[in-house]
């Protein structure tokens, strides 16, 4: 099966950076915002826009950009680590209960006054929603992939009756609005702060995971199989895991739960480079990212100057996609 080509999904990922730059209400060419880009970056003395254009490519545009290429990145690693750790093709980044988890922890942090702290709280609160999934898994008999899952949904529904108590009791007025939108997933109001965030836990996380690939090949055979060939399994699932806590706790946190990139980008991507983790993980990491730009752009300029949620964008796109993969899976088995 022919491969997707790296450096050409990563010129597609630049061009498809600096497009997404010049859609907006202001009329921003691609030029213009290769210059602001690169007068920020000292390459160019003196920047050729006025003083307000300079600040909406740099300051309004380029921050939400590159916040939406790191959430979907991020997304698609996190998902492509769950199918494989699990060996289940529903898998997605929330199935152990770690959407629910996050969004429990930036809601009770938001609510307590801790604002800034939200990116902590929805990591803490991943973490701990994949602790204690791994741990009643363990209780019902160990932790194997199907229970692992079972206690995941348990979980993940215990944590959203908790993020619904929360918003019931304490949520009024414009934060009822603000919680609402932000756990329907959207990007409005991203910072340079959030782009650097979401950047440091790519920074952190995906060199481990993309250097498992070998080791993920043999986990689709079992966990006995993979220690036959000297993996240690137990180590490589937790560090695995707790990356993927990490990454889904600090996306949740930015863009609040955004479904379907993690669920279909692996399978669309597998599709076209075979199951080898190798190959398709930074495929998946760049496909993930491409994908989340372009929705995020329509999110945000097809119904101007109303902007929708980028969830609802990314289920209504994710939704048919992943029943064609379901059908094209079907055919080729």
């Given at each position: 099966?022919?491969?997707?080509?790296?450096?050409a999904?990563?010129l597609?990922?630049?061009?498809?950076?600096?497009?997404?730059?010049?859609?907006?209400?202001?009329?921003?060419?691609?030029?213009?915002?290769?210059?602001?880009i690169?007068?920020?970056?000292?390459?160019?003395?003196?920047?050729?826009?006025?003083?307000?254009?300079?600040?909406?490519?740099?300051?309004?545009?380029?921050?939400?950009?590159?916040?939406?290429?790191?959430?979907?990145?991020?997304?698609?690693?996190?998902?492509?680590?769950?199918?494989?750790?699990?060996?289940?093709?529903?898998?997605?980044?929330?199935?152990?209960?770690?959407?629910?988890?996050?969004?429990?922890?930036?809601v009770?942090?938001?609510?307590?006054?801790?604002?800034?702290?939200m990116?902590l709280?929805?990591?803490?609160?991943?973490?701990?929603?994949?602790?204690?999934?791994?741990?009643?898994?363990?209780?019902l008999?160990?932790?194997?992939?199907?229970?692992?899952?079972?206690?995941?949904?348990?979980?993940?529904?215990?944590?959203?009756?908790?993020?619904?108590?929360?918003?019931?009791?304490?949520?009024?007025?414009?934060?009822?609005?603000?919680?609402?939108?932000?756990?329907?997933?959207?990007?409005?109001?991203?910072?340079?702060?959030?782009?650097?965030?979401?950047?440091?836990?790519?920074?952190?996380?995906?060199?481990?995971i993309?250097?498992?690939?070998?080791a993920?090949?043999?986990?689709?055979?079992?966990?006995?199989?993979?220690?036959?060939?000297?993996?240690?399994?137990?180590r490589?699932?937790?560090?695995?895991?707790?990356?993927?806590?990490?990454?889904?706790?600090?996306?949740?946190?930015?863009?609040?739960?955004?479904?379907?990139?993690?669920?279909?980008?692996?399978?669309?991507?597998?599709?076209?480079?075979?199951?080898?983790?190798?190959?398709?993980?930074?495929?998946?990491?760049?496909?993930?990212?491409?994908?989340?730009?372009?929705?995020?752009?329509?999110?945000?300029?097809?119904?101007?100057?109303?902007?929708?949620?980028?969830?609802?964008?990314?289920?209504?796109?994710?939704?048919?996609?992943?029943?064609?993969?379901?059908?094209?899976?079907?055919?080729?088995?």
């Amino acid at each position: 099966m022919n491969h997707l080509s790296l450096p050409a999904l990563t010129l597609l990922l630049l061009l498809s950076t600096i497009a997404a730059i010049t859609f907006g209400p202001a009329d921003i060419t691609p030029s213009e915002a290769w210059s602001v880009i690169l007068h920020h970056f000292g390459l160019l003395p003196e920047s050729p826009v006025s003083r307000l254009r300079d600040a909406i490519v740099w300051e309004l545009r380029l921050p939400r950009v590159l916040t939406a290429l790191g959430i979907g990145a991020g997304l698609a690693l996190a998902g492509t680590i769950m199918q494989a750790l699990t060996r289940n093709p529903l898998a997605d980044p929330y199935l152990l209960g770690l959407s629910s988890g996050a969004a429990f922890g930036a809601v009770l942090f938001l609510l307590a006054g801790f604002a800034l702290l939200m990116p902590l709280g929805a990591f803490l609160g991943s973490l701990g929603a994949l602790a204690l999934a791994l741990l009643i898994a363990q209780l019902l008999g160990g932790a194997t992939p199907s229970r692992a899952i079972l206690a995941g949904i348990c979980i993940s529904a215990l944590a959203s009756a908790a993020t619904s108590y929360l918003i019931f009791w304490s949520a009024t007025g414009d934060s009822y609005r603000e919680i609402l939108s932000w756990l329907m997933g959207s990007l409005s109001g991203s910072l340079w702060a959030d782009a650097g965030l979401v950047g440091a836990a790519l920074l952190l996380c995906a060199p481990i995971i993309l250097v498992s690939g070998r080791a993920l090949d043999a986990f689709a055979f079992g966990d006995n199989a993979a220690a036959s060939l000297g993996i240690d399994v137990p180590r490589l699932r937790w560090i695995l895991l707790g990356a993927t806590a990490l990454l889904t706790g600090i996306m949740v946190a930015i863009g609040g739960a955004i479904g379907f990139v993690g669920l279909v980008i692996p399978h669309a991507v597998r599709l076209a480079t075979g199951s080898r983790h190798r190959v398709l993980l930074p495929h998946a990491m760049l496909a993930g990212a491409i994908f989340m730009l372009w929705t995020d752009t329509a999110a945000r300029t097809l119904f101007d100057p109303r902007e929708l949620p980028v969830g609802i964008i990314t289920a209504l796109i994710g939704a048919p996609v992943f029943l064609f993969v379901l059908l094209r899976y079907r055919r080729m088995t």
